[in-house]
C-alpha cells in the first residue's frame, strides 16, 4: 500500500511511519514542520519507499497531488499541544477544522480510505462529571467548557472534525475512521507544547525542579506510542472500523504529582518538585479536568487490542531518548523498547 501521512514528520506520525516501511509499505509525509521536525524521519530520507514533501494541509493543490498518489491517508496533522492553543487558538480553529475539511473533500473526490486523528479532548470535562471509576466510552456525551474559555477550542475543533467524518461517511460513503488518542508518549515527543511527561524528563535531566500544575491530584491514563500506532495498523486493516470512533490508551490512571515522584526516582531522587498554580502558566481562560480514563472494550472487540508497555516501560524509554538528545545522539531504533 501507499500511505500517506500528514503530520508524518510529527511524534506519533514519524513513529507510524517507520512501522509501515517495516511492513513493507510506501509511505509518503506531508508537514509544514510547525511542530515535526526532519530529525524524526531523516533515517528514511534515502529509502526507496519513503517520500516527503513540506507543505501545509491548508494548501488545497498540493494536498490533492499527494492524496491522488496515495492508496491510504492518515491525517494526523494539528495544531496540538495546551500551550499553542492558548496561545494561538486562531490557528488552532483554522488548521484542525478548515484542515481536516480539505482531507475529507480530496479523500471522498479519489476514493481514499482515510483515518482522522482525533483525541480524549473531546470528552471535554466529562469524566469530572461522571466522578468515581467511570470511563469514557466513545458514544458517552461530551462536557465542553464555556466559549469564553480558550482551553476549549482545541475540543471543540477536533469533535468538529469527527462530526465531519461521521457526514462523509454517511453521506457520501467514504471509507473513514476516526481515533481519539489518550496522552500518547514515548521517544521523540517534545516538552515544548505542553507535554507533561517529556516536560518532566527534560527538567529533571536539566537539574530543575518539576513544576506540577496545580494541586497534583489530577489523573490521567499513558499510552505508549508504539501501543498507539499499533492500533492505527490494524485498525486500517479492519473493514468493520469504518465509520466508527475507537478511544486509543491504556486504562491506567496516574496523577500527575505520582508522575514526577515516579520521573524524580527515576533520573535524581533530590529534585524539588513544586505547584504551580495554572493561571500562572497559561493565564486566565484556562481550565482542567480531574480525571479521564478510556474505555477500550470497542477497541479490544474490533482489533483484540491489549497495551503492552507499562508506564515503568515508557518512562525508561523516554528518559533514554531526552539523554540521547541532550547528547546530540540519537537512540538507535532497535534500542527502543517501542519498536514492535
Known sequence: MHYLITGGAGFIGSHLTDRLIEQGHHVHVLDNLSTGGLANVRHWEDHNRFALTISSVLNEHVLGQCIAEADRVVHLAAAVGVERIMDRPVETILTNVRGTENVLQLARHHGKKTLLASTSEVYGKAMSKNGGG??????????????????????????????????????????????????????????????????????ALAGKPLQVH??????RCFVHVADAVRAVTKLMETPQAEGEVFNVGRPEELSIRELAEQVRARVDPDLEITHVPHEEVYGEGFEDMQRRVPDLSKLEEAIGYEPKFSMEEILEDV?????????????PKEQVNGTV
Not at 173 to 182: H, S
Not at 319 to 331: E, N, P, W
Open 319 to 331: 528518559v533514554d531518548d531526552v539523554k540521547a538528545r541532550r547528547s546530540g545522539q540519537s537512540v
Open 214 to 219: 496545580g494541586d497534583g491530584t489530577q489523573t
Open 134 to 203: 467511570s470511563s469514557l466510552g466513545e458514544t458517552d456525551d461530551l462536557t465542553i467548557g464555556s466559549t469564553t474559555k480558550r482551553r476549549w477550542a482545541y475540543a471543540c475543533s477536533k469533535a468538529m472534525d469527527e462530526f465531519l467524518a461521521q457526514a462523509y461517511h454517511e453521506e457520501h460513503g467514504l471509507p473513514v475512521l476516526c481515533v481519539r488518542f489518550f496522552n500518547t508518549v514515548g521517544p521523540r515527543q517534545s516538552g515544548n507544547y505542553g507535554m507533561v511527561v517529556p516536560t518532566f524528563v527534560e527538567r
